[in-house]
Nanobody, 124 residues
Framework: VQLQAYGGGLMQAGGSLRLSCAAS????????MAWFRQAPGKEREFVSA????????YYADSVRGRFTISRNDAKNTVYLQMNSLKPEDTAVYYC??????????????????WGQGTQVTVSS
């Protein structure tokens, strides 16, 4: 499975960005797609996740209500719509694919496939 993330950029606080993650290859080997982020000097952290089927989604408390994860099944693409951006959202954002169980959806180690990362910078 190959993952290509794009859509990052520079935005002022309060603005919006949409990240995209295009999946190719044997996507059937994954049942969840997720977004993680890593800020400078910090560990990578979970942001959001969705199953390839159904409507179940997960969010980190820090982004719930501001970010929305969605997917386009026909395009094998997952999106992260980021609204009301804050300077603390500044990070490299990674998409990931894997087969976690419900209790491990937020764990980085649950994901086998990773995109290359896209930089999001939010200025105050």
């Amino acid at each position: 499975v190959q993952l290509q993330a794009y859509g990052g950029g520079l935005m002022q606080a309060g603005g919006s960005l949409r990240l995209s993650c295009a999946a190719s290859g044997h996507t059937g080997s994954t049942n969840y797609m997720a977004w993680f982020r890593q800020a400078p000097g910090k560990e990578r952290e979970f942001v959001s996740a969705t199953r390839w089927t159904g409507t179940t989604t997960y969010y980190a408390d820090s982004v719930r209500g501001r970010f929305t994860i969605s997917r386009n099944d026909a395009k094998n693409t997952v999106y992260l719509q980021m609204n009301s951006l804050k300077p603390e959202d500044t990070a490299v954002y990674y998409c990931a694919g894997g087969r976690p169980i419900t209790s491990t959806v937020r764990r980085e180690s649950s994901y086998t496939y990773w995109g290359q990362g896209t930089q999001v910078t939010v200025s105050s």
